[in-house]
């Protein structure tokens, strides 16, 4: 093969480092990422990209014959005020690129450009995903659902990396991300004058309670080799000095490897909540929502990951498992396939917050290293 996907992607970093600003000036949220399709879609089009839109979704294909290959990149970003001083700040209040999506859009068009360049040389199919609404709205279930994965023998995605090195690509075999559940609820007691506790069922303390029995799922009904997380993050109740209030509102998320952990924790939820209000006369309300399954890679292609990025010379490592989530695991339970981080972090530049911080940024200089990756990954794949 006469491509050389590295210096392909560098000849073309400037343009990949413009589209992520451009994208991170104007943040749209999930389902919302009209502005961002619309400027993917009329770039792929005049690359001669077969296009089949999902709402604000795209499924683009190029190639014909023989395998297909789906390489995805999501395009939402987040409700937070951005805080970095920088000349391509998010122009809108309250919303902001702070989890990198707007790198992982221009990484994967760029890796579109240089597919399209070379499309004479594909022995096969390659589709690319640019995916709305990651942040919590399982956008990859209606993706998957206006056909996504039709066809599709393998797929793989590309997450910028605060905890890897700038540069390192981060492959893990098996569990990478957790499973993410999320769970609210209210416990009802009787309100009454805080000067006459014994008159009323108080709720507080009765929420507490639950709350601390909550710490004890991952403490002791989980294995200890094994992982979960029980997060109450909110509690209301009550608005006066002196008045117990009738009930207590909560919520929160709990995190799980494997299915039967995740399962674990909601029976132990519901019968903690049922003894501790039962043995203090209340009543409870407990709704539960599994969001997101764990994103499990597969192996084989972790394997394939690897031999590319060595064939290549691109750095590559482990990466850590962690307990965030990504609705990328929709895609890995029907396609074998491996979703793989880019580092980004570099103390030099300051770049050292955490997704989801109002200060996160990309080390730019390293984003024409996962359009390389990508590009590579689409031809070795259909190569082999």
Known sequence: MGLDPVSEAKRIEREIIAWRRDFHMHPELGYEEVRTSKIVEEHLREWGYSIKRIGTGIIADIGEGGKTIALRADMDALPVQEENDVPYKSKIPGKMHACGHDAHTAMLLGAAKIIAEHKDELNGRVRLIFQPAEEGGN???????????????AIFGFHV???LPSGIIGIRDGPFLAGAGIFGGKIIGKGGHGASPHETVDPI?????????????VSRNVPPIETGVVSVTSVHGGTAFNVIPE???FKGTFRFFKPEIGE?????????????TKAHGAKYELSIEELTPPTINSPEMADFARKVAEKYGLKYGDVPPTMGAEDFAFYL????????????????KGIIYPHHHPKFDVDEEVLYLGTAMEVALAFEFLRS
């Not at 956008?139 to 023998?153: F, P, T």
């Not at 303390?205 to 799922?217: H, V």
């Not at 674990?264 to 501790?276: A, C, D, F, K, P």
């Not at 339970?333 to 030099?348: D, H, M, S, T, W």
């Open 264 to 276: 674990l924790i909601q029976r132990r939820m519901r019968e903690i909540l049922e003894g501790v």
């Open 333 to 348: 339970q029907k396609v074998p396939g491996a979703f793989l981080a880019l580092g980004i972090r570099n103390e030099e």
């Open 161 to 163: 990396w605060m905890d």
């Open 247 to 249: 009930e207590v509102e």
């Open 139 to 153: 956008g990859a279930v209606k993706m998957i659902e206006g056909g996504a994965l039709e066809g599709v023998n």
């Open 205 to 217: 303390p009765i929420m507490a309670e639950a709350i601390l029995a909550f710490q004890t799922i």
